[in-house]
């Protein structure tokens, strides 16, 4: 078990790098910020120069990895970080300088257990992308064809395991202060984080979620996950096919090979839409960076180390609040809050549903160009802490993908509306989910399933707990001891240490008088 001045120590040491980059002032200034916070803060950035714009994103990437990764996902929790870190943490980069080829030739070799020869006709020693996880190098196979090869960086896994050990730390003493700290569940912030990593240092599981992906968007026309050859495969290595495409962010060699932007722009949101609504499991990471348009249109879709579940319970929740902010229906999205447990029930929905008219009706109405789905969910966010809703860590990466989605359909066409885009699909998914015979299907099916496990539930019902609401099951956090703990109970050790030494010597002296009576 890591001691808590290696902790400590790490805190300060990444302290100081955030310092330098003048980010621990927006922590300090923050009302909410525990008091004990505020002066590590002071002491960390002791003697250092703050420049008078923060920067985040260059704070996170000089401390390293697991650092870069933590940004990424702090960039979806505005309501932790504040606007301006998560906007600038949202530029943040996953890039860092390639490990030397003769080392990832030794971990290749290393993960097979066979020579290179054995696998691969030529691999490219010039990477084409060096990550804070894994670096990708073109290869050709032994059959001739042409593939990515996605290698771990050599001690990546230890490294992460070290630091993830610390935010952990970090974060169930910063709950412990209670407040605001404890509403926004920093704990369950890390520990989803520390899942989300974990996933990608497993190569074989960024594998299985994209051949999972595959697999729900097989009927989607002009949209393609790569095929993984999975006898190249291992937790180490991922080999998947070339994709010879332009970047969707080069506007320009994409009108230059005749594609409709504007509709390539329609087919990602939709594609986004029947990810996370119809199947529920969406890919989370849709940057400029892991999409590509095919010379026949097609976009096709890399990198799955991070991505999003949904339960249907919640997706039918999150379609009707979808379509309910597209219509004004803010009672019915108000309902929905409160049904699925997002909101305490001693609040009231009215009020509710009033907040989220401050937040929608200055939207509608605007030009198209105006209108956004971001700014819209920035507005949900700010009406949160008002009313007690506690942070739903799959929603947020939701919201993340969402914005990422918008970000690059607006580059593509700056005209498109995300709405108009959206609604008719949500509309269509809600009458085909939610309609009256998809209704009766679901309760012949649910009553039959009932049946069918009668005996099951006779036995078991009184160890069945009450519905969730619409937010996962939680995963399980780690056991940490926290360092006031700690401190009490070296105390109290030490104090009976002392009252065992007080009594010994006490006796001590008692039978040396009384030994010298005697000799006496």
């Given amino acids: 078990m890591t001691r808590p001045g290696t902790h400590i120590f790490r805190l300060l040491k990444w302290g100081r790098t955030l310092a330098r980059h003048g980010a621990l002032r927006g922590i300090e200034n923050d009302p909410n910020t525990p008091t004990p916070v505020k002066r590590l803060c ?38 932790l970080v504040g606007d301006e870190a998560a906007r600038n943490l949202l530029s943040l980069q996953d890039s860092l300088p390639p490990v030397p080829f003769a080392q ?5 070799e290393a993960s097979f257990e066979r020579p290179i020869e054995d696998l691969f006709q030529h691999i490219d020693p010039e990477p084409v992308g060096a990550a804070s996880i894994a670096q990708v190098h073109k290869g050709i196979t032994k059959e001739g064809r042409t593939v990515a090869i996605k290698v771990l960086r050599p001690g990546i896994r230890e490294r992460f395991e070290k630091d993830i050990a610390t ?8 709950e412990a202060m209670g407040g605001e700290a404890q509403r926004l569940r920093p704990r369950l912030t890390i520990a989803n984080f520390k899942r989300w990593t974990n996933r990608e240092l ?10 999972e992906l595959a697999e729900n968007m097989r009927g989607i026309e002009q949209y393609a996950i790569p095929e993984i050859d999975w006898d190249r495969t291992n937790g180490r290595v991922m080999t998947i096919e070339w994709i010879d495409g332009i970047k969707i962010s080069n506007t320009e060699a994409l009108i230059e090979a005749g594609h409709d932007l504007p509709d390539l722009a329609n087919r990602l949101v939709l594609a986004f839409l029947t990810q996370a609504i119809a ?10 960076g892991n999409l ?12 799955f180390g991070i991505m999003g579940r949904i339960d249907r319970r919640a997706r039918q929740w999150l379609a009707e609040i979808l379509y309910g902010l597209t219509t004004g229906d803010y009672k019915r999205v108000a309902e929905i809050h409160f049904e699925a447990q997002y909101v305490p029930s001693y609040h009231d929905v009215n009020e509710f549903a009033t907040a989220l008219r401050a937040v929608g009706e200055p939207m509608r109405g605007k030009p198209v160009s105006e209108l956004s789905v971001g700014q819209m969910l920035d507005g949900l966010f700010a009406i949160t802490r008002d009313f007690d809703m506690q942070t739903q860590p799959h929603l947020l990466l939701l919201q993340k993908t969402m914005v990422m989605v918008e970000g690059i359909a607006t580059q593509l066409n700056p005209q498109i509306n995300m709405w108009d885009v959206s609604a008719p699909y949500v509309r269509s998914w809600i009458r085909d989910e939610l309609g009256p015979e998809a209704a009766i299907a679901d309760r012949i099916k649910t009553d039959l399933d009932t049946l069918l496990k009668l005996p099951d539930l006779v036995r078991r019902i009184d160890e069945r707990f009450p519905p ?11 056991e940490i001891e926290l360092f006031w703990e700690r401190r009490k109970r070296e105390a109290e050790r030490r104090g009976w240490l002392g009252y065992v030494l007080a009594a010994g010597a006490g006796a001590a002296a008692l039978w040396g008088a009384m030994a010298a009576g005697m000799l006496g």
């Fill in 202 to 211: 497993d190569l074989r599981r960024e594998a299985a979620s994209a051949s």
């Fill in 292 to 303: 590509f348009v095919r010379g026949d249109g097609t976009i096709v879709a890399i990198d």
């Fill in 104 to 108: 990832i030739e030794q971990a290749i």
């Fill in 468 to 478: 969730k609401g619409g937010a996962p099951e939680q995963v399980p956090l780690p």
């Fill in 42 to 79: 002071r002491i960390a950035r002791f003697g250092t120069i703050q420049p008078q714009q923060p920067d985040y994103a260059g704070a996170f990437r000089d401390i390293g990895p697991a650092a870069i990764k933590l940004g990424q996902t702090l960039a979806t929790r505005p309501d």
């Fill in 279 to 288: 199947s529920g499991y969406f890919h989370a990471d849709m940057h400029q």
């Fill in 167 to 174: 935010y952990e730390w970090a974060a169930a003493h910063l």
